[in-house]
């Protein structure tokens, strides 16, 4: 079966040098055609470790090698992000407060939270607050009680 260069679409003669592209184009070259010099053509012709590629084979194969390194740096990306967003969902607040794993005066940090010793009314709890803090002279001030799980809140 005949065939045909690659590069010159001419006949190649049993007595041309040829080489096979181990490219995806698989085509045959006349090596006068893509500049193989002799010495190359003998080593890739008794060396099974040695291919030839065309130039345009290799710029495909280029692309597929960066578009690996590409798809594995987002793979790497994307399990970063992965951890991250397990972190957030395993330490984040709301989580545990929708999760109701802990206290109200665990979740919320922006309040102060008066655990009584006894169970008492939150109007005493407050009364009792406002005798003992004096409000007036913190920076902070008690402008709302509610009778929660863990005692009066003062927000
Ligand atoms: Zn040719
Ligand atoms: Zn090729």
């Known amino acids: 079966m005949s065939s045909i260069c690659s590069r010159c679409n001419k006949q190649i003669q049993p007595k041309d040098m040829v080489v096979v592209c181990s490219g995806i184009c698989k085509g045959k070259y006349h090596t006068s055609c893509v500049d193989l010099s002799h010495q190359n053509y003998t080593a890739i012709k008794e060396c ?9 084979s290799l710029s495909i194969l280029d692309f597929c090698m960066n578009m690996q390194r590409e798809m594995n740096a987002l793979k790497d990306l994307m399990n970063q992000k992965l951890i991250e967003f397990q972190k957030v969902i395993s330490t984040n607040s709301y989580t545990n407060l929708v999760a109701k794993r802990r206290s109200y005066a665990e ?3 922006d309040v102060v939270v008066i655990k009584p010793k006894t169970n008492q009314e939150s109007s005493l709890t407050k009364s009792e607050l406002r005798k003992q803090l004096n409000p007036s002279a913190l920076e902070v001030g008690i402008t709302g009680m509610k009778s929660v799980k863990d005692g009066g809140r003062v927000a």
Request: hydrophobic residues 25%; contains cysteine.
């Open 48 to 56: 099974g470790n040695i291919k030839y590629f065309c130039n345009g």
């Open 107 to 109: 979740v919320t940090e």
